[in-house]
T-cell receptor, first 114, second 112 residues
Framework: AQSVTQPDIHITVSEGASLELRCNYS??????LFWYVQSPGQGLQLLLK??????LVQGIKGFEAEFKRSQSSFNLRKPSVHWSDAAEYFCAVGAQSGNTPLVFGKGTRLSVIA | GAGVSQSPSNKVTEKGKDVELRCDPISGHTALYWYRQSLGQGLEFLIY????????KSGLPSDRFSAERTGGSVSTLTIQRTQQEDSAVYLC??????????FGPGTRLTVT
C-alpha cells in the first residue's frame, strides 16, 4: 500500500536558519512527489513537484527538494527561513499513470522564532 | 485566473442533520477530488471524478457520504445524518492532465 511518512510532527527553527523537513514514501512504482504548504485557515499551496529528470527540484519561496530513490525520500530544504514560512507542510505521493488521488503524510508544523 | 472555490467556508450543524458542501473547480479542469482533513491528521481521500468516467468512491467512510459532479464542473459533497466524527475541514482540489492538484480554501464543518 502507498504511504507517506513525515517523522517530525513539529519543528521550531530560528529565523535565518536552514531548514530540512523529512519525507519518506512507500510506493510500488516510481511515484510523482509533491510538497504542499498550508497556512492557518487556508487551503494547500503547491511548493514543488518531482515527476522525472533532475532529482533536485526548485520550488516557490526559495524551497527545494531532493528525490533519493535509494532512500525512498523526498526531503524539503530551505537555506534561510523567514518568519512567514511558519505553516504546516505536507508531503504527498501520486501515481505516474493518470490523474489519481494523492496520498499525504500527516504534515510537519513549522514554527519560526526570532 | 480564478482558483478553486468552496462554499460555505464554515458550517455548523446539529447531529443528525444533512449538509451539502460545494466545490467550483478551476475552469477546464477535468479531474476533481474531495479530501477530508481532521484535527491532527493528514488529508484523507474521499472521492474522485475524472471526466465522464464513473467516480472513484473508494475513500468514502460510510454510505452517509455521497458526491456528484454536474456538467463536468461543480461538485457537491453531501453528508447525511451527520455525526460528531464528521467534524473536519473538507478540501476540494482539481487538476488537468498534468496531475498537479490545486486546492480550494476548504469548508470547516462542525457537528454539535
Amino acid at each position: 500500500a502507498q504511504s507517506v511518512t513525515q517523522p517530525d510532527i513539529h519543528i521550531t527553527v530560528s529565523e535565518g536558519a536552514s531548514l530540512e523537513l523529512r519525507c519518506n514514501y512507500s510506493y510500488g512504482a516510481t511515484p510523482y512527489l509533491f510538497w504542499y504548504v498550508q497556512s492557518p485557515g487556508q487551503g494547500l499551496q503547491l511548493l514543488l513537484k518531482y515527476f522525472s529528470g533532475d532529482t533536485l527540484v526548485q520550488g516557490i519561496k526559495g524551497f527545494e527538494a531532493e528525490f533519493k530513490r535509494s532512500q525512498s525520500s523526498f526531503n524539503l530544504r530551505k537555506p534561510s527561513v523567514h518568519w512567514s514560512d511558519a505553516a504546516e507542510y505536507f508531503c504527498a505521493v501520486g501515481a505516474q499513470s493518470g490523474n489519481t488521488p494523492l496520498v499525504f503524510g500527516k504534515g510537519t508544523r513549522l514554527s519560526v522564532i526570532a | 485566473g480564478a482558483g478553486v472555490s468552496q462554499s460555505p467556508s464554515n458550517k455548523v450543524t446539529e447531529k443528525g442533520k444533512d449538509v451539502e458542501l460545494r466545490c467550483d473547480p478551476i475552469s477546464g479542469h477535468t479531474a476533481l477530488y474531495w479530501y477530508r482533513q481532521s484535527l491532527g491528521q493528514g488529508l484523507e481521500f474521499l472521492i474522485y471524478f475524472q471526466g465522464n468516467s464513473a467516480p472513484d468512491k473508494s475513500g468514502l467512510p460510510s454510505d452517509r457520504f455521497s458526491a456528484e459532479r454536474t456538467g463536468g464542473s461543480v461538485s457537491t459533497l453531501t453528508i447525511q445524518r451527520t455525526q460528531q466524527e464528521d467534524s473536519a475541514v473538507y478540501l476540494c482540489a482539481s487538476s488537468l492532465e498534468d496531475r498537479v492538484q490545486y486546492f480550494g480554501p476548504g469548508t470547516r464543518l462542525t457537528v454539535t
